[in-house]
T-cell receptor, first 112, second 115 residues
Framework: EDKVVQSPLSLVVHEGDTVTLNCSYE??????LLWYKQEKKAPTFLFML????IEKKSGRLSSILDKKELFSILNITATQTGDSAVYLC????????????FGRGTQLTVWP | DAGITQSPRHKVTETGTPVTLRCHQT?????MYWYRQDPGHGLRLIHY???????DKGEVSDGYSVSRSKTEDFLLTLESATSSQTSVYFC??????????????FGDGTRLSIL
């Protein structure tokens, strides 16, 4: 059975801290791994990591993919209260028309 | 924001009644998806579509049906709603070519309560 496991499930930090969110996966025919941020409503796309793009960075957020060890991390530096959200990891398999398999998410709370 | 509109945004109904949720997109994307989100389970795929009249089941499809008669609209129907179908429902879309290499973009969700 395919699995996507995120850790920790919840995390509380203070503004300015650096956080690392983890996502491990066991799926057949892996194609890509995606990170989303979900505040109150729709998940919003952050990064997609594939064999041809195993490291991505956007401002204070960065992510890497380790295809050998089957995990990804999402780093957020100098956290702000606006980073408070649920961060979702999802994996796409090559043969399944873009279907995504999601982890349960990490609830990040950033205190001022 | 991706041009995705879900309707209704909130609905309360009774067990045994039929319910239809609508997802409308203005992006002309080929692929559309319905997910449900429940505490402790994350997002789970119900059904998806890879073109007009082309649909397939996801991992939690029991009790749900879908239809796609136009590129822009993807309907999710609960034929006879049950309390276990109380959830937040999200629609997502992605572009046509190489769907596995294109990110999905989500609508704002429909909160459905079945009493």
């Amino acid at each position: 059975e395919d699995k996507v496991v995120q850790s920790p499930l919840s995390l509380v930090v203070h503004e300015g801290d650096t956080v690392t969110l983890n996502c491990s996966y066991e799926v057949t025919n892996f194609r890509s791994l995606l990170w989303y941020k979900q505040e109150k409503k729709a998940p919003t796309f952050l990064f997609m990591l594939t064999s041809s793009g195993i490291e991505k960075k956007s401002g204070r957020l960065s992510s890497i993919l380790d295809k050998k060890e089957l995990f990804s991390i999402l780093n957020i530096t100098a956290t702000q209260t606006g980073d408070s959200a649920v961060y979702l990891c999802a994996v796409a398999r090559g043969s399944t028309l873009g279907r995504l398999y999601f982890g349960r998410g990490t609830q990040l709370t950033v205190w001022p | 924001d991706a041009g995705i509109t879900q309707s209704p945004r909130h609905k309360v109904t009774e067990t045994g009644t039929p319910v239809t949720l609508r997802c409308h997109q203005t992006e002309n994307h080929r692929y559309m998806y319905w997910y449900r989100q429940d505490p402790g389970h994350g997002l789970r795929l119900i059904h998806y579509s890879y073109g007009v009249k082309d649909t397939d089941k996801g991992e939690v499809s029991d009790g749900y049906s879908v239809s796609r008669s136009k590129t822009e609209d993807f309907l999710l129907t609960l034929e006879s709603a049950t309390s276990s179908q109380t959830s937040v429902y999200f629609c997502a879309i992605s572009e046509g070519q190489g769907a596995s290499e294109q990110p999905q973009h989500f609508g704002d969700g429909t909160r459905l309560s079945i009493l």
